[in-house]
């Protein structure tokens, strides 16, 4: 029995200094990165662009009395982009009213003429087209159309041109089959 106890606490001895020397911790502070980016990024059309980033690793390892052995690594990462959508809410408007696209904007023919050379654009090119088109909508009996298509020219054009776009509306549009007064360079409600 007495060699049983010996056996024990050579065994208690060995693995508790082992324990012990075991036992030992490491602790890793928190660490933390951080990048800014100040500055633009010219998207015309839409698409994507690429603002930066950081990576960064580490490593370490660690070795302790009794052969107990540690081996650690990290890797990070971290990066900034940016995806850009032109949604022109005012040309999608004027499509399901079904108005003429807006001249001067990014159509296709604002495009070809600047491509063509054409400098000098009218500044009552588009209240000229929403009276054009005011004209076809009325005759094709679409009077709705056709009143907020004249409505929006007499709003863009000169003060010369909207007067007599006024004109013509008054002409086509009697006063008891509207809804509002008009006035040169604006619209009053009726009752005011």
């Given at each position: 029995?007495?060699?049983?106890?010996?056996?024990?606490?050579?065994?208690?001895?060995v693995?508790?200094?082992?324990?012990?020397?075991?036992?030992?911790?490491?602790?890793?502070?928190p660490?933390?990165?951080?990048?800014t980016?100040?500055?633009?990024?010219?998207v015309?059309t839409?698409?994507?662009?690429?603002?930066?980033?950081i990576?960064?690793s580490a490593?370490?390892r660690?070795?302790?009395?009794?052969?107990?052995?540690g081996?650690?690594?990290?890797?990070?990462?971290?990066?900034?982009?940016?995806?850009v959508t032109?949604?022109?809410?005012?040309a999608i408007?004027?499509?399901?009213?079904?108005?003429p696209?807006?001249?001067?904007?990014?159509?296709?023919?604002?495009?070809?003429?600047?491509?063509?050379?054409?400098?000098?654009?009218?500044?009552?090119?588009?209240?000229?087209?929403l009276?054009r088109?005011?004209?076809?909508?009325?005759?094709?009996?679409?009077r709705t159309?056709?009143?907020?298509?004249?409505r929006?020219a007499?709003?863009?054009?000169s003060?010369?041109?909207?007067?007599l776009?006024?004109?013509?509306?008054?002409r086509?549009?009697?006063?008891?089959?509207r809804?509002?007064?008009?006035q040169?360079?604006?619209?009053?409600?009726?009752?005011?």
């Amino acid at each position: 029995m007495h060699r049983l106890g010996i056996l024990v606490t050579t065994a208690l001895l060995v693995f508790g200094i082992d324990q012990f020397a075991s036992a030992q911790s490491t602790i890793q502070l928190p660490s933390f990165s951080r990048f800014t980016y100040s500055g633009s990024v010219l998207v015309p059309t839409g698409g994507s662009s690429s603002l930066g980033g950081i990576s960064r690793s580490a490593s370490g390892r660690s070795s302790r009395r009794g052969g107990g052995r540690g081996i650690g690594a990290g890797v990070g990462h971290a990066g900034a982009s940016a995806h850009v959508t032109i949604i022109d809410h005012d040309a999608i408007d004027r499509q399901i009213r079904g108005l003429p696209p807006k001249s001067g904007g990014t159509s296709r023919s604002a495009v070809h003429s600047a491509k063509t050379g054409a400098t000098k654009a009218d500044p009552d090119a588009e209240g000229k087209a929403l009276v054009r088109f005011a004209r076809k909508q009325f005759l094709a009996g679409n009077r709705t159309s056709a009143f907020d298509a004249y409505r929006l020219a007499i709003e863009t054009l000169s003060p010369r041109l909207s007067g007599l776009a006024a004109a013509e509306f008054r002409r086509v549009f009697p006063a008891e089959k509207r809804p509002v007064t008009i006035q040169p360079g604006r619209f009053v409600a009726d009752g005011r």
